[in-house]
T-cell receptor
């Protein structure tokens, strides 16, 4: 158990819908990261938040957005869902936003999203 | 931008065989290097990491990796694999700076160990 929690574990929805994935980081970690794992794209970084502010952005679609709340939990919002959005979405956390904490990220169990 | 290549997509070994998984990255500057493992149905777990110092890094479960800067490589090794090592292995890099801490992952190597 990494200490990072994600809900829900599984999500099945239809094309065009909107979903919200939730992540709680390890106690004391200020950074939250979102990654997408799919068969064709592999593991890809989406976005990082540090202490409530966006710190880095990767290959995140405009239909996707995220935020980190004052209690440090984060939500990833996926809208106008397409079949290709079906994937495993991982959240990770680390102590710092850059070099602090040695850069080690701890991963949650993931949310498996299926878009039908 | 940095990229990571893992040339072995699938590896099948018998128990007690030695393992070496290749990882090459492309980035001219300083990088931090990681190997993560994902057991079936589980989340990613850190096996080992390299930031600086001794290029031979020892991790958990008997794994080690060697950073060879001239070859831009960070290969993972284990002298004798067990059935329980069946998993997918990911090499990852990040560039230490203040603009973020994103990990760039390789495509992964699926290891199957036959009992």
């Amino acid at each position: 158990d990494s200490g990072v929690t994600q809900t829900p574990k599984h999500l099945i929805t239809a094309t065009g819908q909107r979903v919200t994935l939730r992540c709680s980081p390890r106690s004391g970690d200020l950074s939250v990261y979102w990654y997408q794992q799919s068969l064709d794209q592999g593991l890809q970084f989406l976005i990082q938040y540090y202490n409530g502010e966006e710190r880095a952005k990767g290959n995140i679609l405009e239909r996707f957005s995220a935020q980190q709340f004052p209690d440090l939990h984060s939500e990833l919002n996926l809208s106008s869902l397409e079949l290709g959005d079906s994937a495993l979405y991982f959240c990770a956390s680390s102590v710092g936003g850059g070099l602090a904490g040695g850069g080690e990220q701890f991963f949650g169990p993931g949310t498996r999203l299926t878009v039908l | 931008a940095q990229s990571v290549s893992q040339h072995n997509h699938h590896v099948i070994l018998s128990e007690a065989a030695s393992l070496e998984l290749g990882c090459n990255y492309s980035y001219g500057g300083t990088v931090n290097l990681f190997w993560y493992v994902q057991y079936p149905g589980q989340h990613l777990q850190l096996l080992l990491k390299y930031f600086s110092g001794d290029p031979l890094v020892k991790g958990i479960k008997g794994f080690e990796a060697e950073f060879i800067k001239s070859k831009f490589s960070f290969n993972l090794r284990k002298p004798s694999v067990q059935w329980s090592d069946t998993a997918e292995y990911f090499c990852a890099v990040n560039v230490p700076n203040n603009a973020g801490n994103m990990l760039t992952f390789g495509g992964g190597t699926r290891l199957m160990v036959k009992p």
